[in-house]
């Protein structure tokens, strides 16, 4: 199999054409960027296929950067409620284009409250090019890495009230992850109700497999019950407790291409707040 990482276009992860984006992608570009319509997915191809010389993640072949997850999370209307009172940071972690911060402008919170963060400079550059939005958007963005002890993350520890990373956890192994949660864990706000919402891939049997996605040498595929339990960990190292929910749920299908997906693949689609 090819390993997810080649810039090779031939994978099965990368779609060569668009027909057509999601209805909130289409409203986003056309409402908030003020893209006119038959000039989307132009525009859209364009963008993506550059994103795919900074690093070709599968979710930039597929367009899943399209799909602006945070909207069909449970939580999403308490979200807009906690951030529109202006009194609230949210960031994104590993936030790639910066989507998700553009759909929660759009539904009315203030640009100032929100953050981004992603490891490549790169996709940061290109949100501003996909959103067409450089000298209106207030949000700040940072590229940094969340394993670096110090980094442009560090002055916002326990400044974050809701913290949203899709698309992240997957990409390290086991003990990456853990990694992953304990700067989570550093960076929201130790109090009640401090929140992290969030999807990656998963799998029905939690398992570590080899990966070339992040240049960790693997990754380790959650599901509900070693979500949890990775949860209870860090809350045992932490001294913290967390109410932990999660829900493993099948994966559409793109263009009938999931060879690469192997048995039991499932997105698993989590919420984790503070006690």
């Known amino acids: ?15 060569p ?48 950067f399209l799909d602006m997850p945070l909207g069909g999370f ?35 919170v203030p640009g100032s409250v929100l953050i981004g963060s992603d490891l490549h400079q790169g996709f940061l550059d290109l949100g501003y090019d996909l959103f067409k939005d450089k000298d209106k958007l207030n949000s700040k963005f940072i590229a940094a890495d969340v394993f670096e002890s110090q980094s ?14 899709s698309s992240f956890f997957h990409l390290f192994g086991y003990e990456g992850q853990k990694k992953i949660a304990r700067r989570v864990v550093q960076l929201l706000k130790p109090q009640k109700d401090s929140l992290l919402v969030g999807r990656q891939v998963g799998n029905v049997r939690a398992h570590e497999e080899e990966s070339s996605a992040s240049g960790s040498g693997n990754m380790f595929l959650q599901n ?9 960990e860090i809350g045992e190292e932490t001294g913290t407790q967390w109410d932990v929910n999660a829900t493993l749920e099948d994966w559409p299908l793109v263009r009938n291409k ?18």
């Not at 509900?224 to 209870?232: A, D, L, N, R, Y």
Request: hydrophobic letters at 35%; aromatic letters at 10%; one cysteine or more.
């Open 152 to 165: 442009a993350l560090t002055p916002l520890a326990g400044k974050i009230d809701i913290l949203h990373t």
């Open 74 to 108: 449970h939580e999403y209307p308490e979200i807009l409620q906690r951030l529109k009172s202006g009194n609230e940071k949210y960031l994104d972690l590993g936030c790639c284009f910066g989507q998700d911060i553009r759909r929660l402008v759009n539904d009315g």
């Open 1 to 15: 199999m090819t390993a997810v990482g080649t810039k090779d276009k031939s994978v099965d992860w990368f779609q």
């Open 17 to 64: 054409e668009l027909e057509d984006v999601n209805a909130q992608a289409r409203s986003v570009l056309e409402t908030y960027s003020n893209i006119p319509s038959d000039q989307v997915v132009p525009h859209v191809l364009r963008i993506r296929d550059t994103a795919w010389e900074v690093f070709p993640y599968p979710c930039i072949g597929q367009f899943r």
């Open 258 to 275: 999931v060879s690469w997906h192997k048995e039991g693949t499932k997105r698993i689609f989590f919420s984790v707040r503070r006690l």
């Open 224 to 232: 509900v019950e070693s979500w949890k339990q990775m949860w209870e």
